[in-house]
């Protein structure tokens, strides 16, 4: 069933309806996710100025070389590093963000005429704060085993990460008594002994900030030009329109990146920061300063070339699996 179509409240609201709306949405995220995830990785080390690839960073062609030498490095596998955590995050992630959406939408817009783009954006940003509540501690160990090679590790030889293992050391990281020589904040450090969960909270704060126009923006593009430029008759999954649905999608998509990315290389940061500053938790305020400092306002839109090649496909099949999938299990 499409949003667009309202149905009786016994319908969408049982949990029947509920676990078949988020296996299209997880099975969508899983499938959009995997089409992408070398240009994900790469985008990680340009976003997390990476040491090993900053001077790839700032062009398509730096994009390919960079994939180039992951390649020459680790092989095929060295493309998907991380991707596994990927998976275990997105498949909980998409499912209950598109999961969510259909609820809200119902809620907020039973009918064709209810909806308005407002309504739209906010449907959009609940159901993307939501599954990102759910499921961030899973992003920030993919995004750090993502970031990790040879430099960051200090070691030719190192193994490739496993998810267990990335767990570990973000665990353990930072603790009292393995503080490097240079550590300036013992008080922070103490709190993340304390409260170590937290180490998996990094850059959480602006994350959910860069959620609200991200998904908002992302489901308010997608709903007004599908109600624009598809007819009442074709809107629904009676006949479906796997090609509008990629096209919308990869509209949708980009809209929804360019009004997000300063929020995503921000948090990216702060997520790795583990690394640069074990021992301190590092505020959003100071991270933003440090990326103006260091490279002014074009630091935030760092990678947003690659940002671009990898969000437009990535949205495009989201959307258009998780409406094959609705249209499969009659949602």
Known sequence: MSPNVASPPTDTQSLHYIIRSGLAGGIAGCVAKTVVAPLDRVKILFQASNPD?????GSWSGTFRAGKEIYKDGGFRGLFQGHSATLLRVFPYAAIKFMAYDQVHYILMPTREQETNTRRFIAGAISGTLSVFCTYP???????????TRLTEKSPTSDRPSFMRAARTMYYEGTSGFLPANAQSPRSANFLDRFPLLKFYRGFTVTMMGMIPYAGVSFLSWGFLRSHFLPPS???????????????????GAIAQTASYPFEVTRRRMQVGGITRPDRWLRWGETVSAIWRSSGWRGFYV??????????????????VWQSGKRLLKV
């Open 303 to 320: 990678g947003l070339s690659i940002g671009y090649l990898k969000i437009i496909p990535m949205t495009a099949v989201s959307f258009a």
């Open 138 to 148: 899973l992003e920030v160990i993919r995004v750090r085993m993502a970031f990790r």
């Open 53 to 57: 690839f900053q001077k790839y960073a």
């Open 234 to 252: 074709k809107a629904g999954h009676s006949t479906p329109t796997p090609i509008a649905d990629l096209a919308i999608g990869a509209v949708s």
